[in-house]
């Protein structure tokens, strides 16, 4: 079975600071994806990453994917209450080439 | 474009009922999907189809029927609720662009089964 393990499953800052979350796995995928989730509401997209290595930005998010396309990481820089939500990635291949998610990252932003 | 729309949007059922969540999408989408999300797991598939009249099992299938009579609708059925059954259920509808999918999330079904 794929697992994709999210690290941390928590986090708690300051408006203002930067922060990371990763997104880990055993097995090769052939594209991953970070989606974000409000309460009470379904994932939105935010990015989809292809290549080994491949670096994406998108305003104050960075993503990167891992040159083995097993690992991928998000980056936020100057965090803003807006950014708070649930932050999830998704990992498509293997032999089921399903749609694989990790287990998730909380982040609250204080203002 | 309406979207994708899930509907109800909370139910609680007893256990050994049956009901099915209803999905609808407007984009034209070939591919659709069912997800629960669970505290800590964060979401399993369960059914997908890749189009109108063809479905398959997911992660955890177990205790849920689908079908996909029309490319716009995908209901999932709970054939016996069980409590092992509450969730937040998701549906999903996405297209293929060079097999890679974005998919649009509905705003989710929250069910309890007691």
């Known amino acids: 079975t794929q697992l994709l393990e999210q690290s941390p499953q928590f986090l708690s800052i300051q408006e203002g600071e930067n922060l990371t979350v990763y997104c880990n796995s055993s097995?090769?995928?052939?594209?991953l994806q970070w989606y974000r989730q409000e309460p009470g509401e379904g994932p939105v997209l935010l990015v989809t990453?292809?290549?080994?290595?491949e670096v994406k930005k998108l305003k104050r998010l960075t993503f990167q994917f891992g040159d083995a396309r097993k690992d991928s990481s998000l980056h936020i820089t100057a965090a803003q209450p807006g950014d708070t939500g649930l932050y999830l990635c998704?990992?498509?291949?293997?032999?089921?080439?399903?749609?694989?998610f990790g287990t998730g990252t909380l982040l609250a932003v204080q203002p | 474009n309406a979207g994708v729309t899930q509907t109800p949007k909370f139910q609680v059922l007893k256990t050994g009922q049956s009901m099915t969540l209803q999905c609808a999408q407007d984009?034209?989408?070939?591919?659709m999907s069912w997800y629960r999300q669970d505290p800590g797991m964060g979401l399993r598939l369960i059914h997908y189809?890749?189009?109108?009249?063809?479905?398959d099992q997911g992660e955890v299938p177990n205790g849920y029927n689908v079908s996909r009579s029309t490319t716009e609708d995908f209901p999932l059925r709970l054939l016996s609720a069980a409590p092992s059954q509450t969730s937040v259920y998701f549906c999903?509808?996405?297209?293929?662009?060079?097999?890679?999918?974005?998919?649009?999330f509905g705003p989710g079904t929250r069910l309890t089964v007691t």
């Open positions: 999903a509808s996405s297209y293929s662009v060079h097999q890679v999918h974005e998919q649009y």
């Open positions: 097995s090769v995928f052939s594209s």
């Open positions: 990453v292809v290549t080994g290595g």
């Open positions: 998704a990992g498509k291949g293997g032999a089921t080439n399903k749609l694989i």
């Open positions: 984009m034209n989408h070939e591919y």
């Open positions: 189809s890749v189009g109108a009249g063809i479905t």
